[in-house]
């Protein structure tokens, strides 16, 4: 079960994705945490964030539009009140942050410094497009590059999450790999608007949001398999409308090394937990012993 991401073993090929799995144990009713190859947490700042007004999220045909507006308690007060409940159940735990400036990047990262040992890594999340202020860091190859070299003071490996609301994310990715990324996160949630039928008015408070669940899994597929072709030897963790064994192997055979679940844990708590049991029984009935041998049978 085990899986290199770089420099880290995680126990399992996957893990609970940022935004939806909360900021701590929220979802070890449903499954047992350490079996997972990590939970990432919501995507926090160096301060408390309130977030967007209500309503924050909208359901779709094949998924949801949320515009959350990443709320959050601060990281200070994550490391103090939240994360030892986390660590008490074996999980392994990626920290995800986010900042509006390469201060907050920066303050982030000195606030994880000290950090437990079992916060493993860091992703640093580029990509988020519901935040009013500033464009999509990940949509900039310099800043988003600055951003990566900012967060060096938080002393474990680095993943950056990416966005494919552009058609820049090869590049993007090359220069966060050159600024100090161990392996990118691909993707965020796209890009999505929609309208009441009975107010006419925009169904989200913020006005936009971003839309995730199965109905972007084939762009999640396309991202990974574009960057894996260019960057063959940059891990990549997939992410993107995984609800089942199969899309999690789909994201494989493109490339990935990993794979997070996201929108599926709104459906299903355990949703991490059955779409591992059901990959690692696709890689048993072929005989793959890791999964990076997934992408050579294609």
């Known amino acids: 079960m085990h899986v290199q991401v770089g420099s880290i073993t995680l126990p399992g090929p996957v893990m609970a994705a940022s935004g939806t799995a909360g900021y701590g144990s929220e979802l070890a009713p449903f499954m047992d945490l350490s079996q997972l190859g990590a939970v990432v947490t919501k995507s926090l700042a160096p301060y408390e964030w309130a977030g967007n007004p209500a309503p924050r999220v909208h359901p779709t045909a094949q998924g949801m539009m949320n515009a959350v507006g990443l709320q959050g308690p601060g990281i200070e007060y994550w490391l103090k009140h939240v ?19 390469l201060d907050d ?27 009013a202020g500033h464009g999509i860091f990940a949509h900039d190859l310099e800043l988003s590059a600055a951003v990566i070299e900012a967060t060096e003071a938080c002393s474990r490996p680095r993943w950056a999450k990416l966005s494919a609301n552009t058609d820049r994310t090869v590049d993007v990715a090359r220069a966060v790999r050159d600024a100090g990324a161990e392996a990118v996160t691909c993707i965020n949630t796209l890009l999505g608007f929609g309208y009441d039928p009975d107010t006419l008015q925009p169904v989200l408070g913020a006005g936009g949001g971003g839309l995730s669940g199965r109905a ?39 490339g990935a090394t990993a794979v997070q679940v996201g929108t599926a844990t709104f459906a299903d708590p355990a949703a991490p937990s059955k779409v591992q049991d059901e990959l690692l029984d696709w890689m048993s009935e072929r005989g793959i012993a890791r999964t990076t041998d997934a992408a050579a049978l294609t």
């Open 216 to 254: 972007i899994h084939p762009v999640a597929v396309r991202t990974v398999h574009d960057l894996h072709a260019e960057l063959p030897d940059l891990p990549i963790i997939g992410v993107g409308g995984v609800a089942s064994g199969w899309d999690a192997a789909e994201l494989l055979l493109a």
């Open 105 to 131: 990047y920066r303050l982030a990262a000195e606030q994880l410094a000290e950090a437990p040992d079992g916060v493993v890594a860091v992703e640093v999340n580029l990509s988020c497009p519901n935040l």
């Open 83 to 101: 994360l030892p409940d986390l660590l008490a159940t074996g999980a392994t735990v990626v920290c995800s942050i986010w900042g509006r400036s």
